[in-house]
């Protein structure tokens, strides 16, 4: 079972169009089955306006699913539930530092900023939620407490990748302070649940990787396969992003690109994993039958003054 996640807290750009391809053509030419699930869990940035165009661009790209369209939030309470299974078995704790008086307690021994790991402030200081909350005042958040050490995960395309998630992450949240799962707790579960056992995304994600891997672990379940893909650049080599808008399918559709152009242009990128190689206009349909996961890419794709031309994109 494969998904398509995509997060709707802005237009979907090049770099999910080409993860989203090669999820589809991997279940795809094999028969499998496909589930499309939106990761709306920011709620202060997912907007119904960008549920709908998710669902939109891909369509627009010749991607379908299977099922009905699952939301990340619906299981929130369910999956805050686990979280606290796992501090009663002593794997998390309840936390009541605001993100203030983290970066705080970070830079003052460290002096190195927000990238540095959480100190460990609530570590120990509590027995359970309850006593942190009558403490403090404060409603208290959990965090899976990871032990020394690094984690290994294999990854089918970078092979494997090593982590010490202690020493460059640190305890790391399961739940918000108002009791919602935190993301590296859903994803585990809800790919759990669906069935997921490939998931295809950037390799920007790689390294958010072993922190998922400690709570599949905890858990009692077993990993996917992971494939994280070379990421999508604009001419000068710096990765796409949302917040900018960065050459969003919204913008290509608008401007008249043909889907069976980009389509092409991404199945091009993926070096022999498709069948013929180039970059002719196809559809997603046309590439199942000789797609090969096994000679993926991992390279970085620049959107340069050459693709523009052969998508015939000018804004």
């Known amino acids: 079972m494969g998904r398509l996640a995509p997060s709707p ?37 997912v907007r119904p306006e960008f549920e709908a165009a998710c669902l939109a661009d891909l369509e627009w790209l010749g991607l379908d699913w299977d099922g009905p369209v699952l939301k990340q939030s619906s299981h929130g309470a369910e999956w805050a539930a686990v979280a606290h299974e796992l501090g009663q078995r002593g794997l998390a704790y309840p936390c009541v530092c605001t993100r203030r008086e983290v970066q705080e307690a970070i830079a003052a021994p460290h002096g190195d900023g927000p990238s540095s790991p959480y100190p460990g402030t609530c570590r120990g200081r509590f027995a359970g939620p309850e006593e942190a909350r009558q403490a403090s005042g ?75 891997a400690l709570l599949i672990e905890a858990l009692g379940f077993e990993r996917p ?71 993926l890419s991992v390279a970085p794709l620049a959107f340069d003054a050459a693709a523009r031309s052969l998508l015939k994109f000018a804004p």
């Open 138 to 212: 404060r409603e208290p958040a959990l965090r899976f407490w990871v032990a020394p050490g690094e984690v290994t995960i294999h990854d089918e395309l970078a092979g494997d990748f090593s982590q010490a998630v202690a020493a460059l992450v640190g305890d790391f949240p399961l739940t918000s302070r108002d009791g919602q799962a935190a993301y590296q707790l859903a994803v585990v579960l809800d790919d759990q649940r669906a069935g997921v056992s490939e998931v295809y995304r950037g390799l920007d994600l790689l390294e958010s990787t072993p922190r998922q």
């Open 225 to 295: 396969r992971w494939w994280h893909l070379g990421l999508v650049t604009d001419a000068a080599g710096q990765r796409l992003a949302k917040r900018r808008d960065d050459l969003s399918l919204a913008a290509l559709r608008t401007a008249g690109v043909e889907p069976e152009r980009l389509v092409g242009w991404l199945a091009g990128s993926l070096g022999g994993a498709v069948a013929p190689e180039g970059s002719e206009p196809c559809t997603a349909g046309d590439l199942v039958a000789g797609f090969d996961g096994g000679k």
């Open 9 to 45: 807290t802005g237009l979907l750009h090049l770099g999910h169009a080409r993860s989203f391809l090669v999820a589809w053509l991997a279940a795809r030419s094999r028969g499998g089955r496909l589930c499309m699930r939106l990761d709306d869990l920011d709620r202060s940035r």
